[in-house]
T-cell receptor, first 114, second 114 residues
């Protein structure tokens, strides 16, 4: 079945460090891919998305590129801030599912120290 | 502003009791979802609905039920609460079609079953 695998956390970085959170997926065809972010005590929010191969999603300085050849959608940011401390979830929507049902990875906790 | 609200935000109950978690959205979205969040598992889909009178089981539906009598509400019922159902529950909604996958989440309901 379809699945999403993320690198395990927690990830601890110093402010202004470069961030990469790995995400790989298993699915048939070309699923849509998403990154969601969960700040402490809150629900998830959509951070960025990509709907076809080689698409780059970007938002708030974060980027992720849909790589069909490696079935990956790694999240990157060039310079993290303390306010980026949160849990990040990679997710996919299967091609055959037009209703919006998402499959989530297990989440990666990011802690940024000043 | 449109929103999605969950209640109660925190609840403690005893094994065997029936519990209902409410979810109300004012986005006028057709699609609604219930997920549970557990450490190491990320978010797992419990039930979902693509419209009034439509309900579907997700990957962890045993012990849970939902009903959809109007567009705005999708209450989640635990028929006989078990300690394994101690979790944080998130309700989400989305539009169908091209925007499917862009979920709007509530702030979560933390349930403890003693």
């Amino acid at each position: 079945g379809d699945s999403v695998t993320q690198m395990e956390g927690p990830v601890t970085l110093s402010e202004e460090a470069f961030l990469t959170i790995n995400c790989t997926y298993t699915a048939t065809g070309y699923p849509s891919l998403f990154w969601y972010v969960q700040y402490p005590g809150e629900g998830l929010q959509l951070l960025l998305k990509a709907t076809k191969a080689d698409d780059k999603g970007s938002n708030k300085g974060f980027e992720a590129t849909y790589r069909k050849e490696t079935t990956s959608f790694h999240l990157e940011k060039g310079s993290v801030q303390v306010s980026d401390s949160a849990v990040y979830f990679c997710a996919l929507r299967a091609v055959h599912n037009q209703g919006g049902k998402l499959i989530f990875g297990q989440g990666t906790e990011l802690s940024v120290k000043p | 502003d449109a929103e999605i609200t969950q209640s109660p935000r925190h609840k403690i109950t005893e094994t065997g009791r029936q519990v209902t978690l409410a979810c109300h959205q004012t986005w006028n979205h057709n699609n609604m979802f219930w997920y549970r969040q557990d450490l190491g598992h990320g978010l797992r889909l419990i039930h979902y609905s693509y419209g009034v009178q439509d309900t579907n089981k997700g990957e962890v539906s045993d012990g849970y039920s939902v009903s959809r009598s109007n567009t705005e509400d999708l209450p989640l019922t635990l028929e006989s609460a078990a300690s394994s159902q101690t979790s944080v529950y998130f309700c989400a909604s989305s539009d169908p079609g091209l925007l499917a996958g862009e979920l709007f989440f509530g702030e979560g309901s933390r349930l403890t079953v003693l």
